[in-house]
C-alpha cells in the first residue's frame, strides 16, 4: 500500500514530467491488493485503469507500470502506445490479462468471453489445469450502468461461468455522484440474475477484504459458478489527471473519503496488535525510495522509434496463397449457403477449438436462413448454439474466446443488427493487437447477412461495409460465389485475426435471377483462397483494349452479377473484377487493369456518399491519373436512409444491370 501511495505522490509531484493523463489507486489499494494475492498463474484478470495496486500485488515492478505511464518503448503492455495502468500479460508466472481499453464497463463482455472459453476448454478436456481456473473482472459501480455489463452478466449467470466480476464503488463517475447516475449499487443491482451469487465487503479494509476475496475465489474456483462481490471504496485521488479533484469535490466530499484510507486503517490494525510503529515507518520510507529509483530509471528510458508506428496492425496470416484444388474433377455444383455449411464442417471436424454460436444457428432451425443447418445435430449444443439477442456479446466474447486459444465462429442475423456490436468491434477488437504490442490478436469469423433483395425492408436489407471499413484492424471478405466463400471462410479460420465475412443473401440460393453463377464446382476440403486477392470474372477484348474502346468495372456482391448481364451488351468491351475482400483490398490488381483501360466504375449496393466505393474511387484516382482517358465513376444505391420495402421502391433505390448498362454506354462514348 505505501508503495502504490509512494507512486501516486511522485506523480502528482512531477506533473510536467507524467504529461500523458493517469488514474492511479489511491483509495482502492486494500481491495486491488487482496484481490490480486489469491490469484494464481492459471487465473485471467481484466483490471480497470484505476487499478495499478492490482498489478503491483500480482508481481508487477513499479518501473514496468512507470515505463506504460511515460509512453516508453520497452512498456510490456502496449509499447508506449496507451494509458498507464492498461496492461495486457501472457506472462507464465502470473495470472494472465487481455488487452484493457479505458471505455468504462467494456471488459466485462470480453472478460466473460474467457470465462466462457475455460469452461469450453474444461468440458471438452482440451487443457489440464493445475488449478481450476477463475476470471475476475475488475469495474468501477457506475459503469455497471453499461448496458453491455447487463449481457456479460446475463450471459455469465445463464451459462454458469467461473467468473467473479469485482465492483469498485468510490460514489463517483468523473464527476457523477451516486445519485445523479443510479438507483441502487451493484449488488442489489444484479439481484435479479438467477444464478448470480453476491457479496459486499468493506474494500477500505485489507483484513476483510483479503477474507472475502479468499472466499470468492474459493467458491468460483471449487463451484465453477459465477460471483459479484461490491466493495465500497474511497476516491482519495484525482479521478484522472486531467480532471483533477478540486474542478467538482468540495472539502467535506474529499475529508470523508480521506478518514477512509486504507492505508491509514491497515496501519492502525497494525499498530492494534503490536507491530512496531519504525517498522512501519520504515516500510514507508523503503517504498518511497524504491518508488524514486524506479521513477528516475523510467525517465531515462529509450521513447518508441518513430517507425514502429505501424507494426502490429495485423498479426501475420500462413495463408497468403492460392492453395489447393478448387475444382475437383467430377466435383458437383452447390449453393453458397452450402459451401460455407460444408466448410465450417470440415473444420470442426478436424479443430475441437472451432464453435459456432449466435441467433437462431442451433439445432432447431440452423438459422434463419438455413445457412448452419446440420451443424447443430451433428456437433452438439456445446459447439454450435444460440445466444440471446446480444449482438455486443455474441462480437465481445470472441476476443476472450480467442486469448484462450479457441477459434470461435459466430453469426449476427442481420447486418443492419450490427450496430450493438460495433461498439466492441472498435474499441476492443480492433485495437487488441495493436495496443497489446502484438500479444492479443483477435482470431475469430463473424458471420454477417447483408443485402438487399425481394422487399426485405428497412431493417433487414442494409449494407454496413462502409462503417466497417472505416474500422482499422479488422479484415473484411465478401464472397460472390460458393468456391470463393468456401475458400476465403477457410483461410479466415487460420488467419490470427478477426474476420468479418458480408454474405449477401441474396446469393445465398441462387434464387435471385442472374445469379446462376453464384453456385459452383464445390471445391476440396485442402482448397484456400487468401484474403486480399481479387478476380478478373470478365475479360475485355484484348483488339478493343489496344483500340483504347474498353472500360474497367470494380466491383464486389450482387454487383458482380449486375456487372455480368450489363456486359453481355457491350461485345467484350468490359471488364469485370470481383475485389471478394474489401480489407486487405487487392488495390494492385485494380490499378493494373485500370491502367490498361483508361476508365472505370465503381459499383457498390451501398448508399453512395461518404462510401467505401468513393474512397477507392479516390485512390484509384490518384494512383491512375496520367493513364485515364475519363473521371473514375462510381455507382450505387439512391442516399436514402433506409432500403423501402416495397418493391417498387426497392427497385429505384438499388443498381441494378439496367442503371449500369446506362452508365457504361456514358462512359464509353465519352
Same mark, same amino acid.
Not at 483509495?27 to 489469491?38: D, F, K, R, S, V
Not at 483490471?47 to 512498456?75: N, V
Not at 480532471?243 to 474529499?254: H, K, N, P, T
Not at 440460393?509 to 482448397?527: L, M, R
Given at each position: 500500500?505505501?508503495?502504490?501511495?509512494?507512486?501516486?505522490?511522485?506523480?502528482?509531484?512531477?506533473?510536467?514530467?507524467?504529461?500523458?493523463?493517469?488514474?492511479?489507486? /489511491?483509495?482502492?489499494?486494500?481491495?486491488?491488493?487482496?484481490?490480486?494475492?489469491?490469484?494464481?498463474?492459471?487465473?485471467?484478470?481484466?483490471?480497470?485503469?484505476?487499478?495499478?495496486?492490482?498489478?503491483?500485488?500480482?508481481?508487477?515492478?513499479?518501473?514496468?507500470?512507470?515505463?506504460?505511464?511515460?509512453?516508453?518503448?520497452?512498456?510490456?503492455?502496449?509499447?508506449?502506445?496507451?494509458?498507464?495502468?492498461?496492461?495486457?500479460?501472457?506472462?507464465?508466472?502470473?495470472?494472465k490479462i487481455i488487452h484493457q481499453s479505458s471505455a468504462t464497463g467494456m471488459q466485462a463482455i470480453p472478460t466473460t468471453g474467457v470465462a466462457q472459453g475455460i469452461k469450453y476448454i474444461q468440458e471438452f478436456k482440451l487443457k489440464e489445469f493445475e488449478n481450476a481456473p477463475v476470471v475476475v473482472c475488475s469495474l468501477g459501480d457506475n459503469s455497471v450502468t453499461e448496458g453491455e455489463v447487463s449481457e456479460a452478466l446475463q450471459f455469465a449467470a445463464l451459462h454458469q461461468l467461473p467468473i467473479i466480476f469485482l465492483v469498485q464503488d468510490n460514489e463517483w463517475g468523473i464527476s457523477v455522484t451516486k445519485e445523479e447516475a443510479r438507483t441502487c449499487d451493484a449488488y442489489d443491482f444484479?439481484?435479479?440474475?438467477?444464478?448470480?451469487?453476491?457479496?459486499?465487503?468493506?474494500?477500505?479494509?485489507?483484513?476483510?477484504?483479503?477474507?472475502?476475496?479468499?472466499?470468492?475465489?474459493?467458491?468460483?474456483?471449487?463451484?465453477?459458478?459465477?460471483?459479484?462481490?461490491?466493495?465500497?471504496?474511497?476516491?482519495?485521488?484525482?479521478?484522472?489527471?486531467?480532471?483533477?479533484?478540486?474542478?467538482?469535490?468540495?472539502?467535506?466530499?474529499?475529508?470523508?473519503? /480521506?478518514?477512509?484510507?486504507?492505508?491509514?486503517?491497515?496501519?492502525?490494525?497494525?499498530?492494534?496488535?503490536?507491530?512496531?510503529?519504525?517498522?512501519?515507518?520504515?516500510?514507508?520510507?523503503?517504498?518511497?525510495?524504491e518508488a524514486e529509483e524506479a521513477f528516475e530509471k523510467a525517465k531515462n528510458a529509450e521513447d518508441p522509434i518513430p517507425e514502429t508506428v505501424m507494426q502490429h496492425i495485423f498479426a501475420p496470416t500462413p495463408i497468403t496463397e492460392e492453395v489447393g484444388i478448387r475444382e475437383p474433377e467430377n466435383g458437383e455444383k452447390i449453393v453458397m449457403v452450402d459451401a460455407a455449411i460444408h466448410a465450417i464442417q470440415e473444420l470442426m471436424w478436424k479443430h475441437p477449438e472451432a464453435l459456432l454460436y449466435g441467433q437462431d444457428v442451433g439445432e432447431r432451425i440452423g438459422g434463419v436462413f438455413r445457412e448452419t443447418v446440420t451443424l447443430g445435430k451433428k456437433f452438439g449444443n456445446k459447439r454450435?448454439?444460440?445466444?440471446?439477442?446480444?449482438?455486443?456479446?455474441?462480437?465481445?466474447?470472441?476476443?476472450?474466446?480467442?486469448?484462450?486459444?479457441?477459434?470461435?465462429?459466430?453469426?449476427?442475423?442481420?447486418?443492419?443488427?450490427?450496430?450493438?456490436?460495433?461498439?466492441? %468491434? =472498435?474499441?476492443?477488437?480492433?485495437?487488441?493487437?495493436?495496443?497489446?504490442?502484438?500479444?492479443?490478436?483477435?482470431?475469430?469469423?463473424? +458471420?454477417?447477412?447483408?443485402?438487399?433483395?425481394?422487399?426485405?425492408?428497412?431493417?433487414?436489407?442494409?449494407?454496413?461495409?462502409?462503417? %466497417?471499413?472505416?474500422?482499422?484492424?479488422?479484415?473484411?471478405?465478401?464472397?460472390?460465389?460458393?468456391?470463393?466463400?468456401?475458400?476465403?471462410?477457410?483461410?479466415?479460420?487460420?488467419?490470427?485475426?478477426?474476420? =468479418?465475412?458480408?454474405?449477401?443473401?441474396?446469393?445465398?440460393?441462387?434464387?435471385?435471377?442472374?445469379?446462376?453463377?453464384?453456385?459452383?464446382?464445390?471445391?476440396?476440403?485442402?482448397?484456400?483462397?487468401?484474403?486480399?486477392?481479387?478476380?478478373?470474372?470478365?475479360?475485355?477484348?484484348?483488339?478493343?483494349?489496344?483500340?483504347?474502346?474498353?472500360?474497367?468495372?470494380?466491383?464486389?456482391?450482387?454487383?458482380?452479377?449486375?456487372?455480368?448481364?450489363?456486359?453481355?451488351?457491350?461485345?467484350?468491351?468490359?471488364?469485370?473484377?470481383?475485389?471478394?475482400?474489401? =480489407?486487405? %483490398?487487392?488495390?494492385?490488381?485494380?490499378?493494373? +487493369?485500370?491502367?490498361?483501360?483508361?476508365?472505370?466504375?465503381?459499383?457498390?449496393?451501398?448508399?453512395?456518399?461518404?462510401?467505401?466505393?468513393?474512397?477507392?474511387?479516390?485512390?484509384?484516382? +490518384?494512383?491512375?491519373?496520367?493513364?485515364?482517358?475519363?473521371?473514375?465513376?462510381?455507382?450505387?444505391?439512391?442516399?436514402?436512409?433506409?432500403?423501402?420495402?416495397?418493391?417498387?421502391?426497392?427497385?429505384?433505390?438499388?443498381?441494378?444491370?439496367?442503371?449500369?448498362?446506362?452508365?457504361?454506354?456514358?462512359?464509353?462514348?465519352?
Open positions: 500500500m505505501m508503495l502504490a501511495k509512494a507512486m501516486a505522490d511522485i506523480y502528482e509531484e512531477n506533473r510536467n514530467v507524467c504529461k500523458y493523463v493517469h488514474s492511479t489507486s /489511491r483509495g482502492h489499494e486494500a481491495i486491488q491488493l487482496a484481490t490480486a494475492y489469491q490469484l494464481k498463474k492459471e487465473d485471467w484478470v481484466s483490471p480497470y485503469y484505476r487499478d495499478e495496486s492490482l498489478l503491483l500485488g500480482i508481481g508487477f515492478e513499479p518501473y514496468q507500470l512507470m515505463l506504460q505511464l511515460l509512453a516508453k518503448a520497452d512498456d510490456p503492455f502496449s509499447g508506449g502506445r496507451s494509458y498507464y495502468s492498461h496492461p495486457s500479460s501472457k506472462d507464465e508466472k502470473m495470472p444484479v439481484s435479479g440474475f438467477d444464478g448470480l451469487s453476491r457479496m459486499r465487503v468493506d474494500g477500505t479494509d485489507f483484513i476483510e477484504s483479503f477474507e472475502v476475496m479468499k472466499k470468492a475465489v474459493d467458491f468460483v474456483r471449487t463451484e465453477r459458478k459465477p460471483l459479484v462481490v461490491c466493495a465500497k471504496t474511497v476516491l482519495i485521488g484525482h479521478h484522472t489527471s486531467g480532471v483533477r479533484r478540486e474542478f467538482y469535490r468540495d472539502e467535506e466530499d474529499l475529508a470523508k473519503h /480521506r478518514a477512509k484510507d486504507p492505508g491509514e486503517i491497515l496501519r492502525k490494525q497494525l499498530l492494534d496488535t503490536g507491530i512496531d510503529e519504525e517498522l512501519l515507518k520504515q516500510i514507508t520510507k523503503k517504498s518511497r525510495l454450435v448454439f444460440n445466444t440471446a439477442i446480444q449482438e455486443a456479446y455474441i462480437i465481445g466474447s470472441t476476443i476472450g474466446m480467442s486469448a484462450v486459444g479457441l477459434k470461435p465462429i459466430v453469426e449476427v442475423q442481420f447486418a443492419d443488427y450490427i450496430y450493438p456490436g460495433i461498439n466492441q %468491434l =472498435i474499441t476492443e477488437i480492433s485495437k487488441s493487437n495493436y495496443l497489446s504490442n502484438g500479444k492479443f490478436p483477435v482470431s475469430n469469423i463473424i +458471420r454477417v447477412p447483408i443485402g438487399a433483395y425481394g422487399g426485405g425492408g428497412p431493417y433487414h436489407s442494409g449494407s454496413v461495409e462502409s462503417i %466497417l471499413a472505416n474500422i482499422k484492424g479488422i479484415k473484411i471478405a465478401y464472397p460472390s460465389n460458393a468456391a470463393d466463400f468456401k475458400g476465403l471462410l477457410k483461410a479466415a479460420y487460420y488467419d490470427p485475426n478477426p474476420v =468479418i465475412m458480408l454474405e449477401h443473401k441474396g446469393l445465398y440460393w441462387s434464387k435471385v435471377p442472374g445469379t446462376e453463377d453464384a453456385k459452383t464446382i464445390e471445391p476440396a476440403e485442402d482448397y484456400m483462397l487468401p484474403l486480399g486477392k481479387g478476380n478478373v470474372v470478365i475479360e475485355a477484348n484484348q483488339n478493343e483494349i489496344k483500340k483504347g474502346r474498353t472500360l474497367l468495372v470494380v466491383t464486389y456482391g450482387m454487383g458482380v452479377y449486375w456487372a455480368k448481364e450489363a456486359v453481355k451488351n457491350f461485345n467484350e468491351r468490359v471488364e469485370v473484377i470481383d475485389l471478394r475482400t474489401l =480489407i486487405p %483490398l487487392d488495390e494492385e490488381l485494380v490499378f493494373e +487493369r485500370v491502367k490498361v483501360h483508361g476508365k472505370c466504375i465503381v459499383l457498390t449496393e451501398e448508399q453512395l456518399n461518404n462510401s467505401f466505393a468513393e474512397a477507392f474511387a479516390h485512390r484509384i484516382s +490518384r494512383n491512375c491519373f496520367t493513364y485515364l482517358d475519363a473521371p473514375i465513376e462510381t455507382m450505387g444505391a439512391l442516399d436514402v436512409p433506409a432500403v423501402p420495402i416495397n418493391l417498387v421502391l426497392e427497385k429505384e433505390m438499388l443498381p441494378n444491370a439496367e442503371k449500369l448498362t446506362k452508365k457504361i454506354e456514358e462512359m464509353l462514348t465519352q
